[in-house]
């Protein structure tokens, strides 16, 4: 006889498990070793089971020749089996996800795989022998790994687990169905015991890591109580949990963790129980609560391996700058110690810090009598000295802070530099496997997802030419920003690393029969497809500035320097796309982190010194996103308008970013932030925003949206009506002076902008009621830009003026008569001027609704020239 069984107070995991391996071992009988969770009893009554389960009284336990066990391998856990996994002559085969210990049954087959759950290793031994799954056997073997994995959340999770959930979804496994079998609701007892650990929660710092335990009473024990675990975990966004359980003659431990230092398996298996490193439970015999927790934090402190912390590794006596330091003294107080970075220091508490990269840059610019405090990054983090090495790692590479100062009652005790931290890691490296692999983000799944199959093939086949050519290529910027904001953007930037881009761009427009537009002075190329459509190629480079607000000089560099001269952290990630590599996310700067806290920020101190425009875009960004500006690149920017340092930025470059500006949907709010931020007077001292502005603007956007439903032959060009919207309060002479500081040319561009006054005048003359047919509206408003009578139509307060405009966009602005000058003609009128005026006059009465049909017209015309000849006649009677 064969029998399939499992652990104690079975699960779902267990349940799951159990079911995939009769799938294994057709003729094995499936019984439970004992108890089940609550859950999994309820689930079990609302169900058709797919197979039958014995009752254990039911087996003889002397017929037994093999034992199958799966989600367990210990004698002890599996009831009256344990003492039959003993004897010898029983084969056992043994199915678990669990970690060895010294406990273990050993069996003749051993398939052991530190998965998220038992049944997801049953499940890919399925796939692989391509056994069938009806969909009611998936969905069970599908909560089972749910349960595990918490829904594939947990950090115990692995690939293999989503691997094996996408098998079982491909067999029919119905997630509904899942959800239904795995809710648990509490019942008002579990409420309570939740309610009484939530009260009872300690928190112990373990090397630098918090601990938390929560104590509770409970007549009778049920496995049901470590659902509660995760639910704490989740109310009190905890990484670390222990809970005790007392029921009177024994305490319960169950153990949960997401951190990876603490490896809660060990912990229990120290106090006699077992389990994950990130799931586990025990329990402790023959003691109090009191005793029970001694017990537990004497194994938890033996279990975590203490850490160095920042007085071990830290710099001191620190060097430090007053605020009022100039610096260029700073920067010779650096050279003379050795030193890149030093706190700025006032009276003993840390103010900011300034770097030597920041130093060398601003002396460049002129800047050396400038105080120190005005350059110095003042969103900083800090340690203590008994902070831990992780979390100084975490501040210092994660955030990208090139010295971190030591606080001791809140005065600079010490420093930890970079330089700290990699002596620490050469000593990690020693200790540490050298094949250990690196996490890598790969993004080709959503690439396919997002991203049209022919722009994959662009890209694929770009990766392509590149390594062909020994050149390594990715995809930057706000493409690859947007792909993992899934927002639309098929704006492509590719970066050529190890050689020249123009080169690159060259051979890969050749392959494709692409034209190609070279700019030698920057070394980048734009690739024009037979479309139309345009990709835009750069050489990595290096780029500074010989001024503020200057355009840059370029300077052949690697991609992690390339990605650094960008605007601002969130538009630092690159994509490879050689082959073998394609998709792999590049990350230098903690760009994921800045999008994942939805936050703005900038790379370096004088990015806004260097390029203004970066302040427009920053405000731009954030309404556009909904991304908050960081404290620190906000003091930069309040820092770069105290400076005035936007005087020197060329009108061209500050129209690109206002046409940018105002062709987003957020025009609004960010014209709005640039007003709060002081930057909306840098365009034109007398640019005024208050609310009634900012509902005149609105309203001109969305008459400019009424217009382009319309699907007329005018297009508008949306960013002039609304820079109209915002010159609003420019006179004439204003705005004939903002046209020319901001280099506005193109002759329809000028044409909208010359004829706001005539618009202003057809508004006026409008307002005054004097206007009364058809044929002076249309006489009044014909020669307007329909971007000015958009602006019209918006500026109007009087409904009539509102009703005439629009029937003139609408309705007027398109009439055309039913004849043309050739019928006129044919109907015996001779050539010249006469013809001339007889279209003028059916033009003026098709307006007015005189003439409705072309016989109407006809009608006129004969009329007319009757008219006409006896006039003639007349004159020529008189003068006889």
């Not at 210990?74 to 970690?99: M, N, S, V, W």
């Not at 795995?182 to 007892?189: A, N, S």
């Not at 000089?553 to 394609?582: H, M, W």
């Amino acid at each position: 006889m064969e029998v399939i069984t499992s652990h104690t107070n079975a699960d779902f995991d267990t349940f799951a498990s159990m079911i995939a391996a009769k799938k294994l071992y057709p003729r094995a009988r499936l019984v439970f070793s004992g108890s089940l969770e609550k859950s999994l009893k309820n689930a079990l009554e609302t169900i058709s089971l797919p197979y039958k389960f014995d009752r254990i009284k039911e087996i003889k336990l002397d017929q037994v020749k093999r034992l199958i066990l799966v989600d367990v391998r210990q004698a002890g856990r599996i009831g009256p089996f344990g003492e039959l996994a003993k004897k010898p002559g029983i084969d056992i085969h043994i199915y678990d996800h669990h970690p060895s210990t010294e406990e273990d049954i050993q069996g003749s087959l051993e398939v052991i795989k530190p998965y998220g759950s038992s049944t997801t290793v049953l499940t890919l031994i399925l796939k692989e022998r391509a056994i069938p799954l009806t969909p009611e056997e998936a969905t069970i073997l599908m909560a089972g790994i749910y349960e595990d994995t918490g829904s594939l959340t947990y950090p115990s999770t692995t690939a293999s687990d989503y691997e094996a959930a996408s098998f079982l979804l491909s067999n029919g496994a119905d997630l509904p169905a899942v959800s239904a079998l795995l809710r648990k609701e509490l019942t008002p007892e579990e409420v309570a015991l939740l309610n009484e650990f939530l009260q009872s929660e300690t928190t112990y710092t373990v090397s630098g890591l918090d601990i938390v335990v929560a104590e509770g009473y409970l007549e009778k024990y049920t496995g049901d109580i470590s659902t509660l675990a995760h639910k704490i975990m989740d109310i009190e966004s905890m990484s670390c949990l222990f809970m005790l359980v007392d029921t009177e003659d024994r305490v319960h431990v169950i153990a949960r963790s997401r951190a990876p230092r603490v490896d809660v398996g060990k912990v229990a298996r120290a106090v006699g129980g077992g389990g994950h490193s990130t799931a586990a439970s025990a329990t402790i015999k023959g003691a109090t609560l009191i005793e029970a927790k001694e017990i537990l934090l004497s194994a938890i402190r033996k279990s975590i391996v203490p850490e160095r912390a920042a007085k071990d590794i830290m710099s001191f006596p620190p060097i430090t700058l007053p605020p009022q330091t100039r610096l260029n003294e700073a920067i010779e107080l650096m050279r003379r110690y050795g030193i890149n970075a030093a706190p700025v220091v006032r009276n003993g508490s840390v103010s900011g810090v300034i770097t030597r990269q920041v130093l060398d840059k601003a002396v460049y610019h002129g800047l050396g009598s400038a105080p120190v405090e005005d350059y110095m990054t003042t969103e900083i983090e800090t340690v203590t000295a008994d902070t831990s090495v992780d979390e100084i790692r975490e501040k210092v590479v994660g955030h990208g802070q090139r010295l971190l100062p030591v606080l001791k009652d809140k005065k600079v005790a010490g420093v930890i530099t970079r330089t700290d931290l990699l002596k620490l890691l050469q000593e990690e490296l020693r200790e540490a496997s050298k094949d250990k692999a690196l996490k890598v983000r790969h993004l080709s799944k959503l690439i396919q997802e997002r991203l049209p199959a022919w722009a994959v093939e662009i890209l694929k086949d770009a990766g392509g030419v590149a390594e062909a050519s020994g050149l390594k290529a990715y995809a930057v910027g706000g493409f690859v920003r947007d792909l993992i904001l899934r927002r639309e953007n098929l704006d492509i930037d590719i970066v050529i690393e190890g050689g020249d881009g123009i080169a690159f761009a060259t051979d890969f427009a050749g392959k494709r029969g692409l034209r190609v537009k070279t700019h030698h002075r920057f070394r980048t190329a734009v690739l024009i497809f037979p479309d139309g459509f345009k990709i835009d190629v750069a050489t990595a480079r290096l780029e500074y500035y010989e001024k503020p607000a200057a355009l840059p000089t370029v300077e052949q560099s690697s991609l992690k320097l390339d990605l650094y001269r960008r605007d601002f952290i969130i538009n630092t990630l690159a994509i490879a796309l050689c082959p073998g590599k394609f998709g792999e996310l590049i990350d230098f700067f903690g760009a994921q982190k800045d999008i994942k806290e939805k936050t703005i920020r900038v790379l370096h101190n004088l990015s806004f010194v260097e390029d203004p425009t970066r302040a427009l875009r920053a405000a731009r960004f954030a309404e556009k996103f909904d991304f908050k500006i960081s404290k620190h690149t906000l003091h930069l920017i309040k820092n770069a308008v105290k400076l005035d340092v936007f005087k020197e930025l060329s009108g061209a470059r500050l129209l690109e970013e206002l046409k940018n500006i105002l062709k987003e949907e957020t025009a609004a709010k960010c014209i709005k932030r640039l007003h709060e931020l002081g930057l909306l007077k840098l365009i034109h001292g007398s640019i005024t925003w208050d609310l009634n502005r900012e509902i005149f603007f609105e309203r001109t956007r969305e008459t400019l949206i009424w217009h382009e439903l319309l699907y007329t032959k005018d297009k508008a060009e949306g960013w002039l009506v609304l820079l109209l919207a915002l010159t609003d309060p420019l006179t004439e002479e204003d705005l004939k002076g903002l046209v020319k500081r901001l280099m506005i040319s193109g002759k329809k561009k000028i044409s909208v902008l010359d004829s706001r006054g005539a618009g202003i005048k057809a508004l006026n003359m409008l307002n005054s009621g004097l206007v009364k047919k058809n044929s002076s509206l249309y006489s009044l408003l014909d020669e307007l830009p329909i971007e000015v009578i958009i602006y019209l139509l918006a500026k109007a307060q009087r409904e009539h003026v509102k009703r005439s405009l629009s029937n003139y966009i609408t309705k007027l602005k398109y009439t055309e008569t039913a004849l043309k000058g050739a019928d006129v003609k044919k109907m015996g009128v001779e050539e010249g001027p006469v013809i001339g005026e007889i279209l003028r006059e059916l033009f003026n009465r098709r307006l007015d609704g005189e003439l409705l049909a072309r016989e109407d017209e006809e009608r006129f015309v004969r009329d007319y020239v009757s008219t006409k000849k006896r006039q003639k006649d007349r004159r020529a009677a008189k003068k006889n």
